[in-house]
């Protein structure tokens, strides 16, 4: 990363038109801050949660951005609404509600796999009324997943 980012000038970019474009310190380190998330994904030397939050971090260090527009997308309302369902489903599992779920399910369809899995379907469309279907899915997935 500190190659790219300390690497002297480039050439500027031209576009069809004939104007040309410096490139900033700052573009220098955007490119330099992508090869770097770059070798973490393909190589998985992080998780890729703390790979995102490390670039967020980057992006405010190296004042490549500032530290509100870097965060801000962590913060937008579809991600926290997944994040919301995906603690409501874990809440589920880690209480054994999702346990009572598939012995009472089993109870009612038997072991057939076909009415099994039409017991599922139809545990997951419910559940799916009452919260949101992230939610519901994430409940469910410990019902399925064999042991």
Not at 62 to 81: C, L
Not at 112 to 120: D, N, V
Not at 127 to 145: D, G, K, S, Y
């Amino acid at each position: 990363m500190g190659v790219i980012y300390y690497w002297s000038p480039w050439a500027p970019a031209i576009d069809p038109g004939g104007k040309e474009f410096e490139l900033s310190m700052e573009g220098k380190g955007a490119i330099a801050l992508f090869c770097l998330a770059s070798i973490w994904w393909i190589f998985e030397a992080l998780p890729i949660g703390v790979t995102s939050l490390a670039i967020g971090v980057f992006q405010a260090l190296f004042s490549i951005r500032s530290a509100k527009d870097a965060f801000k997308d962590f913060m937008d309302p579809s991600v926290m609404f997944i994040f919301g369902s995906v603690v409501v489903g874990l809440a589920f599992s880690s209480t054994g509600l999702t346990k009572r779920l598939a012995y009472k399910m089993l109870g009612i369809v038997g072991e057939k796999t076909s009415m099994i899995l039409l017991g599922a379907l139809v545990i997951t469309a419910g559940l799916a009324h009452f919260m949101a279907h992230t939610a519901a899915a994430a409940t469910v997935l410990p019902i399925l997943l064999p042991k």
